[in-house]
């Protein structure tokens, strides 16, 4: 018995054993399958997270694709516009450099190469004023006139040369042709207003100078051949007016007065087209006499006491100093200019107004500037930019006042610019008008010419 117990107690204390280790057995199987499923939940979330990334990556494999293609597109888009770009420039007829801020040319087109007569790529890199030399007279051949290229560098600006101004150019080989020119900053981000260089696009007006210059020849012949019969019909209905074949009766009188102002009229055109087509032909004697602006302007005034009397109009001059320096002026010259725009602000201003002319002396420029205000109907806004045209006229002025040629401030701008002076003016409609031109104080040279520009 006592020996069956201890084998029944060692094999129980085994089973203990054997029940211990099972159990322990089954908590670490418990644990690893517990591990096990925590590494397959977190493979689980792994796995989703790849897919999602995959499905990401395939997204922006797409996009990237797309962008691509865009590119591509916009490649092929931009390709296409320097092409364009790169045959209107050189298809243009007219002359084109591009220079950069230190004035080196940096393109020059196919027009610009042949009318200056320099292969393009010995141009390039040069100075501009080396390959585009300008002149005001074809005839001689050292004179060259400085471009005006670093106003449009410095600043945002544009300068216009037209047939008006007489300019020529000279190749490389010294031909001179008469050009038109338009110089125009270069921007570089446009909104930034950053200058970074100059355009400059040129044209050879042979043809149009020709033309014009038949034109003038026209005018000048045809205003000649009127000027005749036209002075003998003023001259015989004045005679006609005087009593001169007897008494007139009141009905006849009216008409020979009409037939005597539009006779007047006609010969003031006349007198004005002879004029211009005189000074743009360069024909106009410059005989310089030293001249008391003061004293000239109150005998123009003088001779339009009976417009000024019609209007009740005054005109009053003031002079800065007081006793102004005497000018070595060509008095027909000054006499137009001055006639021309103290006609206007009678012309142009209402009944009792007063005209102001004040002539001040400005030491620093060396200069003196004369202007001309009237309280008149102004010049509209939008019409401004055009009023030194030739045959020119605003609206309010052709309403107001419908005699007038347009022909006047035309001219007076010529004459001034001759003497290298300015001409402008400041208005604003229905408030006035003040018109102004400078004066060299060393005065003007005398010049040889075939006729005085008094017809
Ligand atoms: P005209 O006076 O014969 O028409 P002008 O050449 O002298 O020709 O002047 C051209 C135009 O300029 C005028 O028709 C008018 O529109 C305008 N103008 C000139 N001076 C004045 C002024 N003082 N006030 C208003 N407009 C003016």
Known sequence: MGFFSDE?????????????????????????????????LQLEISKKELTKKVEDLNKSERAMLNVLE????????????????????SSMGEGLLVVDKEQKIILINQ????????????AVGQNVHKVFTLCKNKEKEGEVCSLPIERVIKEPDV???????DFYCRDKEGNAFPVMVIMASLMQGF???????AVIIFKNITKEKSLDDAKTNFISVASHQLRTPLTSIRWFSEMLLDGDAGDLPEDQKHFVERIYQGADRMINLV?????????????????PALIDLKLLTEGVSLTLHEQLNVKKQKINIISKPETLPKILLDEDVVWQIIQNLLSNAIRYS?????????????????????????????????EQNRIFDKFYRADNAVKYAP??????????KKLVEDWKGRIWFESEEGKGSTFYFTVPLEGVKPREGEVKLRV
């Open 403 to 412: 005699e007038g040629s347009g022909l006047g401030l035309n001219l007076a």
């Open 350 to 382: 209402l009944e009792n107004g007063i005209i102001t002319v004040k002539l001040i002396v400005n030491k620093k420029n060396n200069e003196l500037v004369f202007s001309v205000e009237d309280k008149g109907i102004g010049i509209p806004r939008v």
């Open 70 to 89: 865009d590119a591509r597109e916009s490649e092929k888009k931009l390709s296409k516009e320097q092409d364009l770009t790169k045959a209107v420039i």
């Open 159 to 165: 300068v216009n040369i037209g047939l008006g101004d």
């Open 111 to 122: 027009a610009a190469s042949i009318l200056l007569r320099w292969a393009s790529g010995d």
């Open 271 to 287: 007198n004005l087209l002879l004029q211009i087509a005189r000074v743009e032909a360069g024909r106009v004697k410059i005989e």
């Open 8 to 40: 029944v107690q060692q094999v129980l204390h085994e089973f203990e054993d054997t029940k211990k280790s099972l159990k322990e057995a089954r908590s670490q199987l418990q644990e690893k399958l517990e591990e096990l499923e925590k590494t397959n």
């Open 191 to 197: 909104l930034r207003g950053n200058v970074s260089g």
